[in-house]
């Protein structure tokens, strides 16, 4: 127990000495630990924002339910696999019959809506302000759908309601906002908007409805405002229309049936649209189904890829901390050659000078690993406050950081540290 008791002592004093060291020399300690402050506060402060990122996507995807099949022209898993842009553009437009005929010749399928616009190539026309009296929101998707909207979605009514299906077939100019816009036109005014008649581009709509906030990877996800799909064709033009380059996009959403497993619902959906395609056996699928499981496995492919870059890059910059701290270290070593020679010469042992010397790179690295810690923390903070992205700070980047930062000063500091230890003491005395 005593030698235990004894050992931490002189651990402690040697770690007091790497201090008082390092506070000798500010600007040399400071200019040595820049690498490792890079470095980690890279690691910590990308982290933080893929992990960020990560967690409000999948938050959102089960908000929107496993099941939740939909049927596209073009899915993400085409165009992370290579196709063509072009090519993929050329494909058939997923129209209302597409929707209708799903909905009449499946047995299991539960639910289908039409999606028009919402963003991406083609929806230029249906990025709109919303107008009420002299206030404005920023440009938002307006969407083009049914009255199951709500229902597929999963989502929560603030107030009011969704529109029907007579609102629907009857081309109503009736709207359901999201709650960006509830917030932006509405609440602080204290106003209720059930009833209020806003202007969207050149027509008017009356909001029978208000959608509360749902998770979401990206911020401004509350901004939008959905209408009748037969009113939306009517202001901003079909699924065909080629206004742009790339038509309107749309898509069809699609829950099977209570009981009907997701992967059966989809091999029924695949017949109904090659029959409708007019597919032989031996042709591709000219559309894409699309699951939350499918844009799950690429977002873990990208984010490897991005963790990877992230570890490389990081990497360089600990290396070059590493270099700077083994260039300081040798340094410091020559400038103390005469204190090493008294102490070997009162006693010390070797092992002692090399574990002093060790510790000092140590310390020196774990410093700048902290900054580097509180640096990437305040980034993610920073872009968390000003932008709404989110972030999360888990304690394994933390210790990732100090832990690296320290085996850092360890394995660059090696070299000068037994360098010192196996000074001659006779010699090391007698240097000027």
Known sequence: MATLTKQFALLGETAAMAFD???????????????????????????????????????????????TIFVQKAGIASFSSGA????????????????????????T????????????????????????????????????????????????????????????????????VGWGVY????????IDPIGKQVRVGGAE??????????????????????????????????EKNQRGPFGIPSMV????????????????????????????LDKPNDFDLVTSDAILAVWDQISAAILLSLVVISSIALMVGGIGVMAIMTISVTERTR?????????????????????EAAVLTSVGGLLGVLGGSAIGLIVNVFSGFPVSLPWWSFALGLGFSASIGIFFGMLPAWRASRLDPIEALRYE
């Open 253 to 280: 959403a699609v829950l099977p049936k209570e009981g009907v497993s997701r992967e059966e619902a989809m091999t029924e959906i695949e017949t109904i649209m090659r029959i409708r395609h007019g597919l032989t």
């Open 183 to 190: 917030l932006a036109l509405f609440e602080k005014r204290g």
């Open 109 to 176: 399928v539960g639910m289908v809506d039409l999606w028009l616009g919402g963003g991406g190539p083609g929806s230029q026309e249906a990025i709109q302000r919303v107008f009420y009296r002299g206030e404005r929101t920023r440009p938002m998707p307006i969407m083009g759908t049914t009255e199951r909207y709500i229902d597929i979605n999963f989502a929560k009514m603030y107030a009011g309601r969704s529109f029907t299906q007579q609102e629907v077939q009857r081309t109503r100019q009736v709207a359901v």
């Open 205 to 238: 709509y009356t909001i029978i409805g208000v959608v509360e906030t749902r998770p979401s990877p990206l911020p401004g996800a509350d901004d939008f405002a959905i209408i009748p799909y037969t009113v939306f064709r009517k202001q901003f033009g079909n």
């Open 339 to 359: 204190e090493i020679g008294v102490r070997l010469a009162i006693g010390a042992r070797r092992r002692e000078i090399l574990v002093q010397f060790l510790i």
């Open 21 to 67: 060291t390092l506070r000798s020399n500010k600007m040399r300690s400071a200019l040595t630990v820049l690498g490792v402050v890079i470095g980690v506060t890279s690691i910590v402060g990308m982290t933080s924002l893929i992990r960020g990122f990560d967690s409000s996507l999948r938050a959102s995807i089960n908000t929107l339910g496993p099941n």
């Open 84 to 107: 063509s842009f072009m090519e993929l553009m050329r494909r058939p437009t997923i129209t209302a019959d597409d929707m209708t005929a799903i909905e009449r010749m499946s047995t």
